[in-house]
């Protein structure tokens, strides 16, 4: 079994590089067959059911978490003398003690976001709006504004979160630290508004009402003064 692993938190980057393994595939005349998470069968009995197109078939598991301790078994010692090829696509980094399960010659890929991203969503707070605009408008250069409009609404959410109801925050210690000190330079009442006027932004944009560059300048340049 040939096993691909796509993984990280650069979202955009690991989409593109499924997208090129699936058009890849159908240029072959392969058929894409998408694991069902929500299937009544585990991962390793869906592959099985299609042991007789094997080799013109590419699989695609769109979870690394729907894998039973069965699945890895069946991986290990039944599919590795199989003629399958199967990717497994995780929108977030997987463990290195969930990687060591699969078997050995699998071939992974790991996708890290720009270093200038992070700068950028760490500098969001008030007081600092210069540093904001001249790391976004570089940020946009070679990223699409609609994928940095997202990870700002994200960060302010979770800067939000973080205030009112940090024990439910999904992240681990070091992150939540580092979100609660950004957080702690906001009036809750301002990170509310945030949030209010950035869903007034996706709105306009996609009614046509508004070009979100120049929305995202006027937000920062008011709320981040």
Known sequence: M?????????????QERLDHFIDSAKKRGWEIKRLDASANLSVSEQ???GLLFQDKTLFVLGDVKKLTPHDFVWIKKT??????TLVVY??????????????KDIKYEEFKLPRIIFTFLDSIYPKNVKKVLVFFHELIKKEPVE???A?????VRDLYWVRVEPKSLP???WRLNKLKVQSEKFRVKKLKDLINKLAEIDIAVKTSKSDLVSSLDLLM???LE
């Open 2 to 14: 040939k096993i691909i692993i796509l993984h990280g938190d650069y979202i955009k980057k690991s």
């Open 47 to 49: 592959l099985s059911a």
């Open 79 to 84: 599919g590795k003398e199989l003629a399958l």
């Open 90 to 103: 995780a929108p977030y980094f997987v463990f290195k003690s969930i990687l060591s399960k699969f078997p």
């Open 147 to 149: 994928f940095v409009f």
């Open 151 to 155: 990870l700002l609404a994200r960060q």
């Open 171 to 173: 992240y681990p210690s």
């Open 221 to 223: 340049l008011t709320k």
